[in-house]
């Protein structure tokens, strides 16, 4: 059976296939492209100093990296998780417990955490990966669900104290790097530029590596994939735990700056939604596309939670329903597809980013 024409031929042992040149130049400037951006944003605070608006663009920029992170898996894998959340989760309580218990700092709690998270991930996935159908979502959704209820309902385990559904606050140390913590807002923009650009960058690289051209196979035709050597399971669990480990270190990154973490919104299924929602929209299985999904409806979604959200509860929820639903109707590649038209209109390129 023959691949999709997008889905490139690999035999067994293959390494992925070589690019031409204007294909490795235009790689290249994806690449440029997320540095130079990396670093234009980071110059936002020298210019605004409002600690509001630095503080909304953190939080668009946060959930930007957890779509990219979501998107790294389910956007190249093709199979959808509305439990993402729960990676979050452990990656957010490891970091505060290993803070407040052992006094480990952050930048090390955090990947710590975030490999917690990975460790997590392929308990989920390797029986699931192996079943096809819906199994992955449900899955993912009822441990997600199963690890919130349980969280909110225990005090403490083995000693460890979570604190039921009242959370977990991050003890003050004052301004100190080693802490994580700084009294204004520029220091945790900064980081969450880094954290993105990382995520951009890893992307780009998935989708020019051999794991990536093997993903984009199974996508395409799991039983022509097979019929190469190339094992779906293998290959879909190794892009999972990369992503659940991103995701991990950016609900380390959410405890440190909110100082606090609880279950129902480090866990709940709120946050997953978002995740996808935002990569879907922007354009799943793009290097650019969760950005984009997140710049649009993060603020959207601030705005109408303050705007009508006493009144009007879960509007958001509404909004993001109509708006996935036009996506579907009349975008189903995602925001990304007609900006990415207009720009080869321009001459600026028009590939898959």
């Not at 440029?32 to 409002?50: E, F, S, Y």
């Not at 998935?206 to 794991?211: D, N, Y």
């Not at 019929?227 to 959410?254: D, E, H, K, N």
């Not at 990569?279 to 290097?287: A, E, K, L, W």
Request: glycine share 14%; aromatic share 10%; with cysteine.
């Amino acid at each position: 059976m023959p691949l999709p024409d997008e889905t490139p031929t690999l035999s067994l042992g293959a390494a992925a296939p070589r690019r031409p040149h204007g294909a490795r130049a235009a790689g290249a400037a994806v690449l440029g492209a997320i540095l130079l951006g990396g670093l234009a944003a980071a110059a936002l605070p020298l210019v605004v100093q409002d600690a509001y608006f630095l503080h909304s663009c953190i939080v668009v920029l946060f959930f930007a990296y957890m779509a990219t992170a979501w998107n790294f898996v389910c956007g190249y894998v093709g199979q959808l998780s509305i439990g993402h959340a729960m990676f979050a989760g452990v990656g957010g309580y490891a970091t505060v417990l290993l803070f407040t218990g052992l006094g480990l700092s952050p930048w090390l709690g955090m990947p710590v955490g975030g490999l917690l998270a990975a460790l997590l991930s392929v308990v989920v996935g390797y029986p699931t990966f192996r079943l096809r159908g819906p199994y992955f979502a449900l899955t993912t959704i009822a441990f997600a669900e199963m690890i919130r209820i349980w969280v909110e309902n225990t005090d403490s385990v083995l000693g460890i104290p979570l604190n039921g559904a009242a959370g977990l606050t991050v003890p003050l140390r004052g301004e100190s790097l080693a802490a994580l913590q700084f009294n204004g807002k520029a220091p945790y923009y900064w980081v969450i530029v880094a954290l993105l650009v990382g995520a951009l960058a890893a992307t780009w690289w998935l989708e020019r590596s051999k794991l990536g051209f093997y993903l984009k196979a199974i996508r395409g035709d799991r039983d022509a994939a097979e019929s190469l050597g190339i094992s779906p399971a293998r290959y879909q669990l190794v892009a999972l735990a990369i992503s659940a480990f991103m995701t991990g270190i950016g609900g380390g990154f959410y405890a440190q700056f909110f100082r606090y973490v609880n279950a129902e919104r480090l866990i709940g299924v709120d946050l997953s939604i978002d995740m996808a929602l935002m990569s879907i929209i922007g354009g799943q299985g793009t290097v650019f596309g969760p950005l984009l999904g997140a710049v649009l409806l993060a603020p959207l979604a601030e705005i109408t939670r303050g705007s009508l959200g006493g009144s009007l509860l879960g509007l958001h929820i509404v909004v993001y329903g109509i708006i996935l639903m036009l996506a579907v109707l009349y975008l189903p590649k995602g925001l990304i597809a007609p900006l990415r038209a207009v720009l080869a209109r321009a001459g600026l390129g028009g590939g898959r980013r």
